[in-house]
């Protein structure tokens, strides 16, 4: 089954719990970033689990490998079930994270940030880049190669990374949009229906529910469009048994 996990990209602490309040229940399954984490810190995720609720840390952790395990000791004392690290740190600094996480911390590699194209990339990269698909992809294995167990990748390679992963992969997509919704600086979207074919097992939405003028409904809709698309396969599967 694929997941729904909102995304807390607030100021305040107050202002976080005020939306986990308004989707109390519909969502359990919440998104600490680096906005409301600097300026909350650790107490955002407590108040969280306080509140019953499932927490994402997405630090997006990329330091020295020394560093960057002690980060992520810290974190899984905190109890948190998710937490990013940049795979751009290399096999070395995603081996020690791997060995500080714990059974009960499952880290996921940054590949390619969703706001960034190809244009973008090869700037960054210092050479030439046609398509992000083929960067993401060896970034995902060398952070496999490395012991991580999910990505973080925008929908549009969910698919090739599904594949290429295996079936045990987390894949975890931002960028998620209804139809009508607004863009904003994310340039690889996808729907919820789409990210869930093609293989996300973890759908991060924001701004959608965020801003829109009834959070709860906009909250409902996404977990229903999830849920809808998470049974079409298995239906699909019974409908070719009984031919």
Known sequence: MS???????????RDALALVDLLDDDVDFFKVGLELYTRE?????RALHGRGKRVFLDLKLHDIPNTVARA???ASALEV???TIHTVGGRRMMEAAVDAAGPGLALLGVTVLTSSDAPEVA???GRP???????VVRLAGLARAAGVPGVVASPREARVLRGAL???ALVVTPGIRLP???????VRIATPQAAVAAGATHLVVGRPIREADDPGAAARTFGQAIRAADAAPGQQARERAET
Not at 41 to 45: E, M, N, T
Not at 180 to 186: C, F, R
Request: hydrophobic residues 45%; proline residues 10%; aromatic residues 2%.
């Open 3 to 13: 997941e729904l996990v909102v995304a807390l990209d607030v100021p305040s602490q």
């Open 41 to 45: 810190g650790p107490g955002v995720v």
């Open 72 to 74: 992520v000791a810290s």
């Open 81 to 83: 079930e998710l937490l």
């Open 123 to 125: 700037e960054v990269w």
């Open 129 to 135: 880049v046609e398509a992000v698909e083929p960067e």
């Open 166 to 168: 295996g079936p045990d």
């Open 180 to 186: 009508d919704d607004a863009v904003g600086d994310q």
